[in-house]
């Protein structure tokens, strides 16, 4: 089906450890995001890229960094992960910035 | 004062029930108007989209724009138990020097609905 698919579904790592969201679609989008979803703070964006070759800080970009690696795929990268980024992590994209956005299924990221 | 505010609830009605959701905002730059529907453990879904101010109306839902007083809503008739689901408001507006909009959400109304 077409959409936005994002690797991995789960998962836990140890204060310190780094690692890389991934997230791809396939509807030949512009621009893409990436959120994270905590209990009662809502979606809160991270890091955005309005097209292919730019990225920009949104809300909350402490601690994260983020490659627009083709148009297609956009991944965000936690390089030394801490309790406090425990939560739940969509990528989205749209044709231009002003359309409404197309979410993935999330990755449930623990740290402990 | 955040720019959009929406009432958590949760709110449980009945089977058939007419549903009212709401968020209001301060940003009178806001232009353009969205209601996703989030399932537990899914992403959000776009459900309506609207520009200007007035009533949209697709099937059972109905979104509605009043920008003079800042205040937008989704209707929901004959409520369905699928319809249970959390309720986000978005709103967007032209960020002056990014030359790109960005979506502001609102934290969303859980809503159930009742056999």
């Known amino acids: 089906n077409a959409g936005v698919t994002q690797t991995p579904k789960f998962q836990v790592l140890k204060t310190g450890q780094s690692m890389t969201l991934q997230c791809a679609q396939d509807m030949n989008h512009n621009s893409m995001y990436w959120y994270r979803q905590d209990p009662g703070m809502g979606l809160r964006l991270i890091y955005y890229?309005?097209?292919?070759?730019?990225?920009d800080k949104g809300e909350v970009p402490n601690g994260y960094n983020v490659s627009r690696l083709n148009k297609r795929e956009f991944s965000l990268r936690l390089e030394s992960a801490a309790p406090s980024q425990t939560s739940v992590y969509f990528c989205a994209s749209s044709e231009r910035s002003s359309d409404g956005y197309t979410f993935g299924s999330g990755t449930r990221l623990t740290v402990v | 004062q955040k720019e959009v505010e929406q009432d958590p609830g949760p709110l449980s009605v009945p089977e058939g029930a007419i549903v009212s959701l709401n968020c209001t905002y301060s940003n009178s730059a806001f232009q353009y108007f969205m209601w996703y529907r989030q399932y537990s453990r899914k992403g959000p879904e776009l459900l309506m989209y609207t520009y200007s101010s007035g009533n949209k109306e697709d099937g059972r839902f109905t979104a509605q724009v009043d920008k003079s007083s800042k205040y937008i809503s989704l209707f929901i008739r004959d409520s369905q138990p699928s319809d249970s689901a959390t309720y986000l408001c978005a709103m967007s507006v032209r960020r002056l020097g990014a030359g790109s909009y960005q979506l502001t959400f609102g934290k969303g109304t859980k809503l159930s609905v009742i056999p």
């Open positions: 890229s309005a097209s292919e070759g730019t990225t």
